[in-house]
């Protein structure tokens, strides 16, 4: 997965309010159904360890591919 500097993002000009519009829907659309697919890999692997089929090594190993791992640990070990 591909991190992004926020300093490097500038926001999109489209003067258009319509264009915008059907951008903005078109973005917001994508986030939904890359947060269904991110619950549902979610789920499968958290299936996994609960049965012994995933290990928490490849959990792990899943969760830093899936770039999640920096998000997912700092939470869990009370930091802020």
């Known amino acids: 997965m591909m991190h992004?500097?926020?300093?490097d993002l500038?926001?999109?000009i489209v003067t258009d309010p319509k264009i915008r519009k059907m951008l903005q829907l078109a973005g917001l659309r994508f986030?939904?159904?890359r947060a269904r697919w991110l619950d549902s890999e979610a789920?499968?692997?958290g299936i996994?360890?609960?049965?012994?089929?995933?290990?928490?090594?490849e959990v792990d190993a899943?969760?830093?591919?899936m770039g999640a791992l920096d998000?997912?640990?700092?939470e869990l070990m009370g930091a802020e």
Do not use: F, H, Q
Request: glycine share 4%; charged share 25%; hydrophobic share 35%.
């Open 31 to 33: 986030m939904c159904s």
């Open 71 to 74: 998000l997912v640990y700092p």
């Open 4 to 7: 992004v500097n926020p300093d």
């Open 43 to 45: 789920t499968r692997i």
């Open 48 to 57: 996994a360890l609960k049965a012994g089929t995933m290990t928490s090594d």
């Open 62 to 65: 899943k969760l830093e591919k």
């Open 10 to 12: 500038r926001p999109l």
